[in-house]
């Protein structure tokens, strides 16, 4: 990945931080990283445990950042989800999976913020 | 099972062979009709010993649960794997739980120098290991593996029961109860139900059509 790239990555996280806190999220972990895989954001609305995907892109690049997630990226995040309640022992909660697509134009940077993106794909 | 006297001479014996991190290894979810199976490696304290810990299958589901967080709490290491319904079709479930059981060992976050696993054969990952079969009522580690290994199947089966609802996992925690095998009747297969595995009283009607979602 390219420098920019890597750039535009992490101001994305940075956006997607904020527009979770927006909307009444409270963030537990940011880039969790186990043997398996990684996760964005980890966060807790309500009585739901969150898995957050960031997806950013810039606005003159490919279009609009694409809303969906793979069907691998969801097995894998699915895996990496159950990694992350056994490690933290957290195995009693609801879990979900939403993913915060950021869009960074030269006129402003735009978050939307898709709860229950998909579902838990690993059983 | 009575005391733990009994269940202590494996983990010695590792211990005498200069073995220091012993994981004990178990799985849990064989033989349901849909869910992942489980495995779990879970490694405790030198000399470590609790009264309650034993195999899972002879605790009542809240004891299960009280032991999980003892052992969570007090383990050096523990760690899951899962292979989920998917994977069960495309390589058998007894090559599918050896894979899980070496994902568990691999998520431990310290590395075990000795394995004691239930069953009948090893993990195929370089490290000295021991089979055991009913490894969970001989070895207090193995015990605490399979206790580990139950629950957090039960919580992933109680996520799964939230997307299809229709089948009771909550309750039959994709094991064949009747229920279950009616509600397959009924609504077909979901994703999470493992299709190379013959149904009673379904797979054997003729002309059966997996209506599948």
Same mark, same amino acid.
């Given at each position: ?48 445990? $969150?898995?957050?995907? $960031? ?44 993913? $915060?697509?950021? /869009? ?5 940077? /735009? ?13 | ?15 005498? @062979?200069? =073995? ?11 033989? &349901? ?6 495995? #779990? @490696?879970?490694?405790?304290? &030198?000399? =470590? ?25 007090? @383990? ?21 739980? !050896? ?14 120098? =000795?394995?004691?696993?239930?069953? !009948? ?10 089979? !055991? ?6 070895? !207090?580690?193995?015990? #605490? @593996? ?22 009771? +996992?909550?309750?039959?925690?994709? =094991? ?15 994703? +999470?139900?493992?299709?190379? +595995? ?14 599948? +979602?």
């Amino acid at each position: 990945m390219s420098m920019a790239g890597i750039r535009t990555g992490k101001r994305g996280e940075e956006l997607a931080a904020a527009c979770l806190r927006d909307a009444g999220y409270r963030i537990l972990d940011r880039n969790y990283r186990c043997l398996f895989g990684e996760i964005d954001i980890v966060a807790e609305e309500g009585e739901s445990l $969150v898995f957050v995907e $960031v997806k950013s892109r810039r606005s003159d690049a490919y279009g609009s950042p694409q809303l969906a997630v793979g069907r691998q990226k969801q097995k894998k995040i699915s895996r990496v989800c159950i990694h992350y309640l056994s490690e933290k022992r957290l195995h009693s909660r609801q879990v979900r999976f939403d993913v $915060v697509a950021i /869009r960074m134009t030269p006129a402003g940077d /735009r978050a939307e913020l898709i709860r229950n993106a998909f579902e838990f794909s690993l059983a | 099972m009575g005391k733990n006297r009994t269940m202590e001479p494996l983990e010695r014996e590792a211990r005498v @062979a200069g =073995y220091r991190l012993i994981a004990g290894i178990d799985e849990a979810g064989r033989g &349901p009709l849909a869910g992942p199976v489980v495995a #779990a @490696a879970v490694i405790l304290p &030198p000399d =470590y010993d609790h009264p309650l810990i034993d195999d899972s299958k002879r605790l009542t589901a809240r004891q299960r649960e009280a032991l999980y967080e003892v052992i969570q709490r007090e @383990a050096l290491g523990v760690g899951v794997g899962v292979s989920e319904a998917p994977l069960i079709d495309s390589m058998n479930i007894l090559q599918a739980t !050896l894979r899980a059981m070496g994902e568990a060992v691999l998520a431990l976050r310290i590395r075990p120098d =000795y394995l004691l696993v239930d069953g !009948l054969q090893k993990i195929p990952l370089s490290l000295p290991q021991k089979t !055991l079969v009913g490894g969970d009522r001989r070895s !207090l580690t193995v015990a #605490a @593996a399979s206790i580990v290994a139950k629950v957090s199947r039960d919580r992933i089966m109680e996520i799964c029961h939230r997307q299809f609802p229709q089948y009771n +996992f909550l309750r039959n925690k994709g =094991y064949g109860t009747l229920e279950h095998r009616q509600a397959i009747v009924k609504y077909g297969r979901c994703k +999470f139900h493992r299709r190379s +595995f013959r149904v009673v009283g379904i797979d054997d009607l003729p002309g059966n059509r997996d209506l599948g +979602f």
